[in-house]
């Protein structure tokens, strides 16, 4: 028999999609993006095997240095705050399957979004996909048809070619924006303004969390 929907029960036996690596899990406001501004819970998975030179999180990339939280823990600890917005991130999230944890999520009245480097399957409800490619790691093909935002850091000039592929192959609709890279940002973003000025299909994206010293 196929498994359904209703196999996601509460009193469904515990299954690896039931238990999530979480290095942390913290209320603030999403920093960068289109979601920007706005009250996010955040839940950071560990795991990621894409290797970014300049990554900012690098203790998130071991798995097993992170213990495995229940879905219902999870989204219990989302549930102590008011705002109903859930960012999942990492490390890289979709190295797990994420449909029973973006089920609940959506059941507790959460709107799901996920930050991702899309080189795995998307797996999971989500309300908004920020698809933010790498260099090091080729995307997954499946993640151009669904992302609603695609995020492209800017570590150096070569980085906007780069950006222009991955537009050309993106959904239309889908919103495209410039991110410098946080330690090169004074270098990159007169670049960056430049660029957008002469490419208005592009948006700036900052990580303003930093700029407001907010996780
Ligand atoms: S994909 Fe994200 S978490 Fe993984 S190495 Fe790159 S920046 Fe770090």
Redesign the pocket.
């Known amino acids: 028999m196929l498994h359904s929907e209703s196999t996601f029960t509460e009193t469904a036996p515990p299954t690896d999609t039931d238990t999530l690596p979480v290095m942390e899990a913290f209320y603030t406001l999403q920093g960068e993006g289109k979601q920007a501004g706005k009250a996010a819970y955040f839940i950071r998975l560990g795991g990621?095997d894409?290797?970014?030179h300049w990554?900012d999180?690098?203790e998130?990339?071991d798995a097993q240095a992170h213990p495995r939280q229940g879905v219902a823990a999870i989204v219990a600890g989302a549930l102590k705050y008011p705002g109903r917005m859930a960012v999942v991130t990492?490390?890289?999230p979709l190295m797990y399957d994420l449909g029973t944890l973006t089920k609940s999520l959506q059941e507790a009245g959460f709107q799901t979004n996920i930050e991702t480097?899309g080189v795995y399957p998307v797996t999971g409800r989500w309300d908004w996909i920020c698809f933010s490619p790498?260099k090091?790691k080729v995307p997954h093909p499946g993640i151009y048809e669904v992302a609603h935002e695609l995020k492209v850091i800017i570590y150096n000039p070569s980085d906007f070619a780069f950006a222009e592929a991955h537009a050309a192959r993106v959904a239309e609709g889908c919103a495209l924006l410039l991110q410098p890279e946080w330690s090169r940002h004074e270098r990159m973003l007169p670049q960056i303004i430049d660029y957008i000025k002469d490419n208005p299909k592009w948006q700036m994206s900052l990580q303003t969390h930093k700029y407001m010293d907010i996780p």
């Open positions: 990621c894409v290797g970014c990554c999180v690098k998130s990339w990492g490390g890289e480097s790498k090091f």
